[in-house]
T-cell receptor, first 114, second 114 residues
């Protein structure tokens, strides 16, 4: 089955700790995205990557970092610099960067700061 | 920049009644518009999208939306609500400045009552 997997489903972080969220896709998509979802806020773009070894900041990149060493993988690290990391994180991918391409979403990771 | 506004954070309908979820967009270029559905603690699933061509777009699960340029609207409708339609619905527009990421509305929670 082709799709996007995110792990873990639930993640708990202590204050001052860095954590990494995994996103893997086997759709052979070039473009990948990370969004953050807060209640009543919709989804906001953290980072995006249109091609391997290249990525760009989105609207709320502060306190986050990413890498894109392989086409199928786009991990997100939530650093201790992120002041309010508790949220639902969604990874998405699309064939390329064309406007009409559909974005497909993973099942999400819920991060809670203890 | 492109943006969307969803009117009504909560909508309640009776089973069998018409579903109407409102979305207005703002865009300086021809927009690519999307509707997604999200069930609790899950990722987003595409309902339908408008790119070019026919302005009445049919999607999955009996939903459809009409692109009206004169009204800058892309409202989502379904003739007869089912209990299984209860979910969060997001309208989104493609952002040509961010690798064609999506700019989302804040979402509308649909409640279906017996």
């Amino acid at each position: 089955d082709g799709g996007i997997t995110q792990s873990p489903k639930y993640l708990f972080r202590k204050e001052g700790q860095n954590v990494t969220l995994s996103c893997e896709q086997n759709l052979n998509h070039d473009a990948m995205y990370w969004y953050r979802q807060d209640p009543g806020q919709g989804l906001r773009l953290i980072y995006y990557s249109q091609i391997v070894n290249d990525f760009q900041k989105g609207d709320i990149a502060e306190g986050y970092s990413v890498s894109r060493e392989k086409k199928e993988s786009f991990p997100l690290t939530v650093t201790s610099a992120q002041k309010n990391p508790t949220a639902f994180y969604l990874c998405a991918s699309s064939i390329g960067g064309a406007g009409q391409d559909t974005q497909y979403f993973g099942p999400g990771t819920r991060l809670t700061v203890l | 920049a492109q943006s969307v506004t969803q009117l009504g954070s909560h909508v309640s309908v009776s089973e069998g009644a018409l579903v109407l979820l409102r979305c207005n967009y703002s865009s300086s270029v021809p927009p690519y518009l999307f509707w997604y559905v999200q069930y609790p603690n899950q990722g987003l699933q595409l309902l339908l999208k408008y790119t070019t061509g026919a302005t009445l777009v049919k999607g999955i699960n009996g939903f459809e939306a009409e692109f009206k340029k004169s009204e800058t609207s892309f409202h989502l409708t379904k003739p007869s609500a089912h209990m299984s339609d209860a979910a969060e619905y997001f309208c989104a527009v493609r952002n040509s400045n961010s690798g064609y990421a999506l700019n989302f509305g804040k979402g509308t929670s649909l409640l279906v009552t017996p």
